[in-house]
Antibody
Framework: EVQLVESGGGLVKPGGSLRLSCAAS????????MSWVRQAPGKGLEWAGR??????????DYAAPVKGRFTISRDDSKNTLYLEMNSLKTEDTAVYYC?????????????WGQGALVTVSS | DIQMTQSPSSLSASVGDRVTITCRAS??????LNWYQQKPGKAPKLLIY???SLQSGVPSRFSGSGSGTDFTLTISSLQPEDFATYYC??????????FGQGTKLEIK
């Protein structure tokens, strides 16, 4: 059974930093493209960024609102995905979900974690 | 970026009703369209991928159709557990992946 378990959420002041982790199990993590999707309170879903598997270059892509402030990385030896968030703004307050990306060129997010709440407030 | 627009934003229906939710892309996206269901306090769940393929384990009362710019999600006979918010999402031109604003399906 695929499991994605996020951790590291919490309350942080504007301008601060936080790192989320996503522990993966039940599938070959090193073969997976992974993504972070966020959801502000009472709002819709917003894609934040993705990381490809190493054999596809291991490169990252980010949504415009987080580019330059957020960094996605992975440790395939630990089956763990990370989201490093710097220069946090109040508008970054959201539940952050890690997801797998599957489907060849027809990408879809087929497995989701339970989410980690990040609150940015003074 | 490709914009995704869902209609309606909210919908009231009764158990047993047939319900259709529409998603329109700002440009043609072939069949690169997925649908998700989200219940309050829970993570989204993939229902339909590539416009019309049913995800494993999803009941057959859910179906998707469309290509190009216009897509529909249909629930043939609403069950109590189907009351939730539904999102479409395109993967034709990425990054970024973009979602519709959501359709909240409520009990009449």
């Amino acid at each position: 059974e695929v499991q994605l378990v996020e951790s590291g959420g919490g309350l942080v002041k504007p301008g601060g930093s936080l790192r989320l982790s996503c522990a993966a199990s039940g599938f070959t993590f090193s073969n997976a493209w992974m993504s972070w999707v966020r959801q502000a309170p009472g709002k819709g879903l917003e894609w934040a960024g993705r990381i490809k598997r190493k054999i596809d270059g291991g490169t990252t892509d980010y949504a415009a609102p987080v580019k330059g402030r957020f960094t996605i990385s992975r440790d395939d030896s630990k089956n763990t995905l990370y989201l490093e968030m710097n220069s946090l703004k109040t508008e970054d307050t959201a539940v952050y979900y890690c997801t797998t990306i599957v489907g060849g060129s027809y990408h879809h997010f087929d497995n989701w974690g339970q989410g980690a709440l990040v609150t940015v407030s003074s | 970026d490709i914009q995704m627009t869902q209609s309606p934003s909210s919908l009231s229906a009764s158990v047993g009703d047939r319900v259709t939710i529409t998603c329109r892309a700002s440009q043609g996206i072939s069949s690169y369209l997925n649908w998700y269901q989200q219940k309050p306090g829970k993570a989204p769940k993939l229902l339909i991928y590539t416009a019309s393929s049913l995800q494993s384990g999803v009941p057959s009362r859910f179906s998707g159709s469309g290509s190009g710019t216009d897509f529909t999600l249909t629930i043939s006979s609403l069950q109590p557990e189907d009351f939730a918010t539904y999102y479409c999402q395109q993967s034709y031109s990425t990054p970024p992946y973009t979602f519709g604003q959501g359709t909240k399906l409520e009990i009449k």
